[in-house]
């Protein structure tokens, strides 16, 4: 693709390319759901809502990872230890569960917090980040395919691992941390070239087409959402356990090709709401699960099923999930990460 053809994408900021935002905006938006669906499905869940939550998962955190390592910057020899972003997501990370831990003592339920053991499904993200960040800084002269390679291999290898957990979250820092990685090795303005080409457009239709026709009309859910999820060892796999970095292959390549037809298919151009809410993805991942824990406290889905049926419920369901995702993109919810970033680039 030409420069010229390049830059028509971009303004009013025509140094900025506004298919990333747009990305985080379609990535914040499957995180929100996905964690509402999460609510749904641990316990029962209907067809619809598994299937969903599949689809999801198979790509929602893998894109947000491997966005995130897209833009940090390249480091070197002579590169510091990036001390005020690791600093950051660290400390994002332990004001989060602590307000969420008062936050569910408020609404009478068990105040779980714990700083070493990752056990929830949304604050283990911005730890992870402090991780990425820190293992690129110590490898950053290491020859960069070998380095992917290894990281593939031993997140293929990781769920043979059973000391591998929740703790500090070592699973799913293991098995997210190839997206991350090459993430870091490309560049934005190389993915926007390769994705605009027609041929791999037509082929992100037909395979997001494809496998979520799969994952709606065949019954691998119990095998792939532990999977998916990045935190459960080979052993979930039962029978299958010998068979597990079989299964780990095939989630990379059905998460790789989701991440990339997403590139391919989303808008380009800048879409007002939708890009500026695209640049304040931290703040909605930081609050929407203070949202969700009050529908569950309420016991929302159970009263709108009472009166419109399952199908129609989670449809509403996933409707409020969306409508959180907005509320939370509104500048009062800056707050703390904003205070945050200002402390650590201080410090």
């Not at 991780?131 to 593939?152: C, E, G, M, P």
């Not at 119990?222 to 029978?239: A, D, E, I, K």
Request: charge should be positive.
């Amino acid at each position: 693709m030409s420069n010229a053809a390049y830059k028509t994408n971009q303004s009013p900021d025509k140094n900025r390319i506004y298919l990333y935002d747009n990305l985080k905006f379609f990535a914040i938006l499957l995180v929100v759901i996905g964690h509402a669906l999460d609510f749904l499905t641990s316990k029962s869940g209907n067809h619809l809502e598994k299937s969903l939550y599949l689809t999801i998962y198979s790509v929602h955190m893998p894109l947000f990872v491997f966005i995130s390592g897209l833009f940090l910057k390249p480091m070197n020899a002579e590169t510091k230890f990036p001390k005020q972003k690791v600093l950051y997501f660290l400390l994002l990370g332990v004001v989060l569960r602590a307000m969420v831990s008062l936050f569910r003592l408020i609404l009478g339920k068990k105040p779980n917090f714990a700083i070493l053991d990752m056990y929830d499904s949304f604050a283990w993200f911005v730890g992870a980040m402090a991780a990425f960040i820190t293992i690129v800084w110590i490898f950053r002269n290491s020859d960069k395919k070998a380095f992917f390679f290894l990281a593939v291999f031993i997140g293929c290898m990781a769920g043979y691992d059973k000391f591998l957990g929740d703790e500090l979250a070592l699973m799913r820092i293991t098995v997210f941390f190839p997206f991350f990685l090459a993430g870091y090795m490309l560049t934005p303005e190389k993915i926007f070239e390769v994705t605009s080409r027609l041929w791999i457009k037509i082929a992100s239709a037909g395979f997001i087409a494809g496998i979520i026709a799969v994952f709606f009309c065949t019954n691998v859910y119990s095998y792939l959402r532990p999977m998916f999820t990045g935190r459960n060892s080979f052993s979930v796999l039962g029978q299958y356990y010998n068979f597990g970095i079989f299964v780990r292959i095939a989630c990379y390549l059905i998460s790789a090709a989701f991440v990339i037809s997403l590139i391919s298919l989303i808008p380009r151009k800048r879409l007002t709401f939708v890009s500026d809410i695209g640049t304040k993805t931290l703040q909605i991942y930081f609050w929407h699960k203070f949202f969700l824990l009050f529908m569950e406290y309420l016991n929302l889905y159970a009263k709108i099923e009472s009166v419109t049926g399952g199908t129609l419920a989670t449809a509403i369901y996933i409707l409020l999930a969306i409508a959180v995702a907005f509320i939370c993109s509104l500048p009062i919810f800056s707050f703390p990460s904003k205070q945050l970033l200002s402390f650590t680039k201080r410090l």
